[in-house]
């Protein structure tokens, strides 16, 4: 792990001495340096998957360290890995175009509207050469509200039952259920920053693609990886409304690669169509809802085993099903 500290410290794009450090958000350029540093191209695939997953192993053994403190000695880890989502055989692939026509008629109405804020549920993998991989799972939910702060609650969830329910958001305020460990919940102040992704995004495709750009990429147009980066990115800040998922469907639509696979069943039960990108080392899978176009979930696969970090062929490195 000391390596993986050692990189983080380098990369690290607030330093010690920076004003907003420890009592306020990051300026413009260290949201962007942070955007870069975790969705960037560069170094290469494997030394960027790798960093990344020190990363995610890091913060599995805070959050494993917390939850057993909250939880109690008798608390299972969350160390269950799911399987990859299997694409029903008998479906019919739905292009994308054909979805972006259905999402435009969904959008007609302009019902229901764009809202600030996220309720997501996500398995990370984390790697070392000298312990098995482990996966922890969370599920995340952030309130705005009228005067411009806003809430985040994180629970640690059994991925041993995925899509079993941690959060209650019935009055709009969310409510722990039993078997959910809280992480972190915090309140945060307002937010000064009107820089994408904190900026609303656009219902138009063209000027979404500027957003996205902005967002993480200002320096290269944007590929499909780094396309599908940035819909994780905008999805953990907002709950897109009809004409934003419209807009996004139709940028989807002319991205190289992205190709229709046919019908799923996500962590949660619910049934979409897939899209798949096939990458350096890496499968990405897009499920999204058969009439709206939504995205509802992405999940990414290892195609290449590493056999010294204990990775096989198949094995879900990420996974994030995201909720209204």
């Known amino acids: 792990m000391a390596d993986e500290l050692e990189l983080l410290r380098r990369a690290n794009p607030v330093p010690v001495d920076a004003p907003h450090f420890g009592d306020g958000p990051l300026d413009h350029h260290a949201e962007r340096q942070l955007n870069r540093l975790l969705h960037g191209q560069t170094p290469g695939p494997r ?30 880890p969350a160390v269950a890995a799911p399987r990859p989502l299997v694409v029903r055989a008998d479906s019919t692939p ?29 398995w990370s993998m984390g790697m070392s050469q000298d312990k098995p991989p482990v996966t922890f799972a969370e599920e995340r939910i952030v309130r705005w509200k009228a005067d411009d702060t806003h809430t985040e609650l994180v629970v640690a ?10 959060l209650s958001d019935e009055d709009g305020e969310p409510r722990l259920v039993a078997d959910g460990h809280v992480i972190s919940r915090q ?15 656009p219902h138009d495709p063209t000027r979404l693609r500027a957003y996205l750009q902005e967002a993480g990429y200002r ?14 990115v905008l999805l953990d ?56 176009g939504a ?15 204990g990775l096989r062929t198949g094995d879900v490195m990420e996974y994030s099903a995201w909720m209204r």
Not at 52 to 65: K, N
Not at 187 to 201: C, I, R
Not at 219 to 232: F, G, I, K, R
Not at 260 to 265: D, I, L, M
């Open 47 to 76: 030394s960027r998957a790798r960093l990344a997953w020190g990363l995610v192993a890091t913060a599995v053994v805070a959050a494993l360290a917390l939850t057993l403190v909250l939880g109690g000695p008798s608390t299972p």
């Open 94 to 122: 739905v292009p994308l175009q054909l979805l972006a026509e259905r999402a435009g008629q969904d959008a007609a109405d302009g019902s229901p509207g764009l809202r600030k804020g996220t309720h997501v549920l996500t």
């Open 157 to 166: 969830t059994d991925p041993r039952h995925p899509g079993r329910p941690v």
């Open 187 to 201: 309140t945060f102040g307002p937010s000064w920053s009107d820089a994408p992704p904190e900026s609303a995004p």
């Open 219 to 232: 320096d290269t147009p944007l590929s499909t990886p780094q396309l599908l980066d940035a819909v994780d």
């Open 237 to 292: 800040h907002w709950t897109l409304g009809a004409r934003e998922n419209a807009a996004l469907v139709r940028l989807l639509a002319d991205a190289e690669g992205l190709r229709p696979v046919g019908q799923v069943t996500d962590r949660l039960g619910r049934r979409g169509q897939a899209y798949v990108y096939d990458g350096s080392g890496a499968r990405r899978m897009l499920i999204m809802d058969p009439a709206t």
């Open 295 to 309: 995205v509802l979930g992405l999940e990414s696969t290892a195609t290449v085993a590493e056999p010294e970090w």
